[in-house]
């Protein structure tokens, strides 16, 4: 296999406080670092290098970890750009438009959709996004669950199986919650690695706690890690039943009560914030500050979806957390790139360091600071540190 050096680094984000500068995100300033079959091998100053095959100069800017993306519906097509309007003149969100999304992603045909992910992948890349998750949840039959799903296998590992976004209108709840749990689970799991749920009293498309238990205990019964979609409407046991059930990632999080937070403090169910959705929604910010405190784990994701986020911009969510969520620069980026990755449960990425992946991002710009302070300016983007020869 073939080596290269890349040299010019002004900062290198490691997200390893055991190197650098010793604090969470482990900063080198004049940095290089090794990469060999698609693994970093080498990390340090730039003065200690050593040789390698090919050697590439980034002419001073700065790198970081590759986004990680934990949070994102892509299988979709059509949008819904008129219910945004509606909600800038004050209409609320509650998910029903779902169905329109449902009926024209049913509509689409698997080249349209495959197209459309893959535009939709390449959209985050050039955003500096490495690592993404996708979930099915607009298809809501066994036929189109299952083919968002092995779409989006296409393009990620880390799918996830969402049957169980919203009731379809038209349909019995008790019925729907078997389906989801039986024959459209058995067919769906043989391509997907996580089950969701939209765990929303709030709503009246969503399902309510009991609900929730049942579908995601069918899950992982089925060999699922789950996730929880909770809290975003409002204050309801979304939560506390991720917490209770060992899920990975408990995401929105925007209404916590103090049992909540304790729960999540107390448990390794990473809270994940979606601070697009609250910019798209006009909907309260959650409160990362205080989970933060409280000792939560905190990730950033897109929530990429057309109806209450229709933005695949990490470095937007970085600056939106910073700006409206009261997090340290330093915080956000971790919680979007390490953050990310403890909520997928991946300890090959999110970091850089020896033995992980060579998932980086450069940034047009001499250090990481830069995303919150120049909000809407492309200046991250995914590097190919290793191409092949």
Not at 155 to 176: C, F, I, K, Q, S
Not at 209 to 232: F, K, W, Y
Not at 261 to 271: P, Q, S
């Amino acid at each position: 296999m073939t080596s290269t050096l890349l040299t010019g680094i002004a900062e290198l984000v490691t997200n390893d406080p055991s190197v650098g500068d010793g604090s969470p995100l482990g900063l080198f300033r004049d940095a290089a670092l090794v990469v060999e079959g698609g693994r970093v091998v080498w990390v340090g100053p730039a003065g200690r290098a050593p040789d390698a095959d090919r050697r590439r100069d980034l002419g001073g800017q700065a790198v970081i970890p590759g986004f990680v993306d934990s949070h994102a519906h892509l299988v979709f097509a059509g949008d819904r750009a008129a219910e945004f309007a509606a909600r800038m003149a004050g209409t609320r969100y509650d998910g029903g438009g779902i169905a329109t999304t449902v009926a024209a992603t049913r509509a689409a045909d698997d080249a349209e959709l495959r197209e459309l992910l893959s535009d939709r992948i390449s959209e985050m890349r050039v955003q500096g996004t490495t690592t993404v998750e996708v979930k099915s949840g607009y298809g809501l039959t066994v036929a189109d669950e299952v083919r968002a799903l092995r779409l989006a296998a296409e393009v990620t590992p880390e799918t996830t199986y969402l049957g169980a976004h919203v009731v379809p209108a038209g349909v019995d709840r008790d019925d729907y919650v078997r389906l989801v749990t039986g024959e459209m689970l058995r067919a769906c799991a043989p391509h997907a690695r996580w089950i969701d749920v939209f765990c929303e009293p709030a709503s009246p498309h969503a399902f309510d706690g009991d609900e929730a238990r049942e579908i995601l205990t069918a899950g992982r019964d089925a060999g699922l890690g789950p996730r929880v979609h909770g809290n975003q409407l409002s204050a309801g046991p979304g939560v506390r039943l991720a917490v209770e059930l060992g899920a990975a990632s408990v995401d929105h999080c925007t209404h916590l009560t103090d049992a909540d937070v304790a729960a999540l403090a107390d448990g390794d169910t990473v809270a994940t914030l979606l601070p697009g959705v609250e910019f798209s929604t006009r909907s309260p910010y959650p409160d990362a500050r205080r989970l933060i405190d409280a000792g939560v784990t905190v990730a950033l994701a897109t929530d990429c979806n057309p109806g209450s986020c229709y933005s695949s911009s990490m470095p937007l969510v970085v600056a939106l957390a910073v700006r409206e969520m009261r997090m340290t620069p330093a915080e956000a980026l971790w919680a979007a790139t390490a953050g990310g990755a403890r909520a997928l449960r991946r300890d090959d990425i999110g970091v850089i360091a020896p033995g992980h992946r060579a998932d980086l991002t450069v940034l047009q710009a001499p250090t990481y600071l830069h995303i919150p302070y120049r909000p809407g300016v492309p200046i991250a983007r995914a590097l190919d540190a290793d191409p092949p020869d």
